[in-house]
């Protein structure tokens, strides 16, 4: 496939808008790219992806972001390892079980599986924030820690059934479960979903779908946009922080239930 300059212009400019995005509110972005790199393309009169292929670019788009951002929030504190060691290793071992049992599972159920996910990230995203709910040093952060555990593992398995990192559902446990500080959240989530990805974007190297040109294309937008993302991040109100996450995961709701239900 040959890509013009105007096209490869238009997939910079969706993965700088996905990575700003991924490094402002601690997600990996593909709820906003994926969609993006599936449908504007034609409709702009360029050459169509596929799905498979969408998921590879999404996937490695992914890892460079979270990667990038991630040394922000480092460098500013926001991360609280033990939090990451604890989550991460649980939610990697859920995914693992979650993605081996999805081959027992229709397509119906794990459609639906992501529309429950998704639709509890949002109930989350409502309720009140705890008034302790402040900044904080992330040396100094306290958490319950079989909780921490428990939440990540349900959230690998479920995302490992969907094929998705689900930092979308992480950022929110963490905020009202666990009652972590929001930065903490938001630069805790980017390590998780790092860690989380490096599977998923291994698969997708050797799976045959990968494009080289695109995939270069949003990983230097993931390198210059992400950073930016998170130091906007810093510099927000959290409320504005936690209401852009709360409209991302909103629209990811209508749009899964509205596939569910056509």
Same mark, same amino acid.
Request: charged share 10%.
């Given at each position: 496939m040959e890509y013009s300059i105007s096209f490869i212009i238009l997939l910079f400019f969706i993965g700088a808008i996905g990575s700003i995005l991924s490094g402002m509110v601690g997600i990996g972005g593909s709820i906003i790219k994926y969609p993006m790199l599936l449908y504007i393309p034609p409709l702009l009169g360029f050459a169509a992806f596929t799905a498979q292929e969408v998921s590879a670019i999404s996937a490695i788009q992914v890892f460079f972001a979270t990667f990038a951002a991630m040394f922000v929030f480092k460098k500013g504190g926001y991360i609280s390892f033990p939090l990451v060691l604890y989550m991460g290793t649980s939610i990697v071992i859920g995914s693992f079980i979650g993605g081996y049992g999805?081959?027992?599972?229709?397509?119906?159920?794990?459609?639906?599986?992501?529309?429950?996910?998704?639709?509890?990230?949002?109930?989350?995203?409502?309720?009140?924030?705890?008034?302790?709910?402040?900044?904080?040093?992330?040396?100094?952060?306290?958490f319950n820690r079989f909780y921490a555990i428990f939440f990540a593992f349900?959230?690998? =398995? +479920? /995302?490992? $059934?969907?094929?998705?990192? &689900? @930092?979308?559902?992480?950022?929110?446990?963490?905020?009202? *479960? #666990?009652?972590?500080?929001?930065?903490?959240?938001?630069?805790?989530?980017?390590?998780?979903?790092?860690?989380?990805?490096?599977?998923?974007?291994?698969?997708?190297?050797?799976?045959?779908?990968?494009?080289?040109?695109?995939?270069?294309?949003?990983? =230097? +937008? /993931?390198? $210059?946009?992400?950073?930016? &993302? @998170?130091?906007?991040?810093?510099?927000?109100?959290?409320? *504005? #922080?936690?209401m852009v996450l709360l409209v991302l995961i909103a629209g990811t709701v209508v749009k899964i239930w509205y596939e569910i239900f056509q």
């Open positions: 999805s081959k027992f599972l229709s397509d119906d159920i794990i459609n639906f599986v992501y529309a429950i996910l998704a639709l509890l990230a949002a109930i989350l995203m409502l309720f009140p924030k705890p008034a302790s709910n402040c900044d904080i040093p992330a040396s100094e952060l306290k349900i959230i690998g =398995v +479920a /995302s490992g $059934i969907v094929g998705a990192a &689900g @930092a979308f559902i992480i950022v929110p446990v963490m905020l009202v *479960i #666990l009652k972590i500080p929001t930065r903490i959240a938001i630069g805790s989530s980017l390590a998780i979903t790092f860690i989380s990805s490096i599977g998923a974007t291994i698969g997708k190297m050797f799976g045959g779908h990968m494009l080289l040109v695109p995939s270069m294309v949003m990983v =230097v +937008a /993931s390198l $210059i946009a992400a950073p930016l &993302g @998170a130091q906007l991040s810093k510099k927000m109100n959290t409320k *504005i #922080l936690e």
